[in-house]
């Protein structure tokens, strides 16, 4: 399973598992470990301790040495093995259980992005009718008419949602920036021989409401977060 580069991430990717304690937090003291505060006990709960728990001893052992851990972290660990989770651990969190059939991180995971980036596509019409009806009134027409260019544009419009749905089950910010430019390069460069006003205006549209969708789903998967970490208290 891959490694998530920090804690937070394993949040959003549940296929990804959680980077060590020692690397997250290097400069908690395993022995001085009271009650959990703070990120700490957020990344605790929510990443460290469920994938930890459910790894079989020698599978942790293995972890251990290809981690480098430290003795501290390594005696602290096998410890808390031997005891129900403590200092200050909460049982399991109920939408962490294997048996759940929806959890609340596959509901932000899979559910809120396609569902923001719906919106994405209702937008994308809205301001194409409203824009390119102002550009009319003012300047008269885009210039290009007839069957040909109709056919252009459905084709524009349904690869624009076909890429904000892969763009939304993409798991990682990076990686949805990257395909909303490549989406932008395709549709300029499908328009630009024959339709240049075209190209510069529906690739920039697609752009635009693309990466709005993707930074209101990176502020609803955090607020949505903090109301579960609440709620688990």
């Known amino acids: 399973m891959p490694v998530a580069h920090n804690w937070r991430e394993c949040l959003q990717d549940p296929t990804l598992s ?35 728990s459910r790894l079989g001893k020698a599978r942790q052992q293995a972890y ?10 390594a005696e602290y660990l096998a410890h808390i093995d031997h005891q129900p989770p403590s200092p200050g651990l ?8 294997g048996d ?25 019409v809205a301001l194409n009718g409203t824009l390119v009806g102002w550009y009319k009134q003012y300047a008269g027409g885009l210039t290009s008419r007839g ?4 056919i252009a544009m459905y084709m524009v419009f349904w690869f624009f949602v076909g890429m904000n749905l892969l763009i939304a089950l993409l798991p990682r910010v990076w990686g949805k920036v990257q395909a909303t430019v490549f989406m932008a390069a395709i549709i300029g460069f499908y328009l630009w021989p024959e ?39």
Do not use: M
Request: charged share 10%.
């Open 18 to 52: 959680p980077p060590a304690p020692w690397v997250s937090f290097p400069e908690l003291d395993p022995q001085g470990l009271g009650s959990l505060q703070g990120d700490f006990e957020h990344y605790w709960h929510y990443c460290w301790w469920p994938f930890w």
């Open 64 to 73: 251990l040495l290809r981690h480098n851990a430290p003795r501290g972290w």
């Open 90 to 97: 909460a049982p399991l969190p109920e939408h962490w259980r």
């Open 100 to 124: 759940s059939p929806v959890t609340h991180r596959q509901l932000l995971r899979w559910v809120l992005p396609i569902v923001v980036h719906l919106f994405a596509v209702v937008a994308y």
């Open 147 to 150: 069957v040909a260019v109709g």
């Open 195 to 233: 339709h240049p006003l075209r190209a510069l205006f529906y690739s920039t549209l697609s752009a635009s409401v693309t990466l709005v969708a993707i930074g209101a789903n990176a502020q609803l998967h955090r607020h949505f977060l903090n109301l579960i970490f609440k709620g688990s208290k």
